[in-house]
């Protein structure tokens, strides 16, 4: 499988994006789908994570409210609406395939490559 992320660019405090995960197969349909995201000199930390059939999704305390996640299986896509955007949001952001409903990255099966997310203050 592969995973085709998209959607980053700058953006100003307090603006909003959206990030897409383009899947090769529609085989991700059955898989629990998840956005990551790493700032330069911290470690890789969870998003957000979706179910197969998108009615179960997690999102990190520290961005309930602000981050949504959402899918498309029809498209074969995983989206990630981000709002009110802050300069500490700066990252690029990774989508994966998970074997399960987790939140570590140790349970990613397949990763995509990132979009950079860049917020000016």
């Known amino acids: 499988v592969q995973l085709q992320a998209s959607g980053g660019g700058l953006v100003q405090a307090g603006g909003s994006l959206r990030l897409s995960c383009a899947a090769s197969?529609?085989?991700?349909?059955?898989?629990?789908m998840a956005w990551f995201r790493q700032a330069p000199g911290k470690e890789r930390e969870f998003v957000a994570s979706i179910s197969s059939s998108g009615t179960g999704t997690s999102h990190a305390n520290s961005l309930k409210g602000r981050f949504t996640i959402s899918r498309d299986n029809a498209k074969n896509t995983v989206y990630l609406q981000m709002n009110s955007l802050k300069p500490e949001d700066t990252a690029s952001y990774y989508c994966a395939a998970m074997r399960g409903f987790y939140t570590a990255s140790e349970f990613v099966d397949y990763w995509g490559r990132g979009t950079l997310v860049t917020v000016s203050s």
């Open positions: 197969e529609p085989t991700f349909r059955s898989s629990v």
